[in-house]
T-cell receptor, first 112, second 111 residues
Framework: QQQVKQSPQSLIVQKGGISIINCAYENTAFDYFPWYQQFPGKGPALLIAIRPDVSEKKEGRFTISFNKSAKQFSLHIMDSQPGDSATYFCAAGNQAGTALIFGKGTTLSVSS | DVKVTQSSRYLVKRTGEKVFLECVQD?????MFWYRQDPGLGLRLIYFSYDVKMKEKGDIPEGYSVSREKKERFSLILESASTNQTSMYLC??????????FGSGTRLTVV
């Protein structure tokens, strides 16, 4: 019940295209769903996060879509750029003080 | 901005050595975490601490211990390093809005 399943493992997108990464969770107690972006040699950095009271959150070219009934959420990167090439992690957690559970990551390459 | 500092970027240690990985945060956060990152396995929780001298085991605590004597410092200890502990180690501190801030990581190689 504690797993977060992330797909795909790797993704290649042309510059200007849309990158989509999907995650699914099992624990209905989760109420916080962040996405982290990690560049080589760096620690992950918070990109965008959503709580289950909304179905979508947009920040610039990055959008989280959230489907509570399906227990799924996804990251959409519009107009993907070579600078977006990185590893992306989804995660889930709750306010009970437990640690975030992370997906296994998606390596995104945006070709120019 | 919250800063999480890990004392070493790269470490090479010998099998059987006792290894200390240090992490310091500058925002008085109660919660701190240690993860290890391996290709294809993502981030796996080793230990976390929700207050000074308090600790909780994560998913893979075997072969590790932690110490939190001061609020800003959370140390990960490999009691007797083994080659299967070669990995990237990431420390994180939790911010007031629930998000994590990660350090830059320590890449540990055990030979």
């Amino acid at each position: 019940q504690q797993q977060v399943k992330q797909s795909p493992q790797s993704l290649i997108v042309q510059k200007g295209g849309i990158s989509i990464i999907n995650c699914a969770y099992e624990n209905t107690a989760f109420d916080y769903f962040p996405w982290y972006q990690q560049f080589p040699g760096k620690g992950p950095a918070l990109l965008i996060a959503i709580r289950p009271d909304v179905s979508e959150k947009k920040e610039g070219r990055f959008t989280i879509s959230f489907n509570k009934s399906a227990k799924q959420f996804s990251l959409h990167i519009m107009d993907s750029q070579p600078g977006d090439s990185a590893t992306y992690f989804c995660a889930a957690g709750n306010q009970a003080g437990t640690a975030l559970i992370f997906g296994k990551g998606t390596t995104l390459s945006v070709s120019s | 901005d919250v800063k999480v500092t890990q004392s070493s970027r790269y470490l090479v240690k010998r099998t059987g050595e006792k290894v200390f990985l240090e992490c310091v945060q500058d925002m008085d956060h109660e919660n701190m975490f240690w993860y290890r990152q391996d290709p294809g396995l993502g981030l796996r929780l080793i230990y976390f601490s929700y207050d000074v001298k308090m600790k909780e085991k994560g998913d893979i605590p075997e072969g590790y211990s932690v110490s939190r004597e001061k609020k800003e410092r959370f140390s990960l200890i490999l009691e007797s390093a083994s080659t299967n502990q070669t990995s990237m180690y990431l420390c994180a501190s939790r911010t007031a809005n629930y998000g994590y801030t990660f350090g830059s990581g320590t890449r540990l190689t055990v030979v």
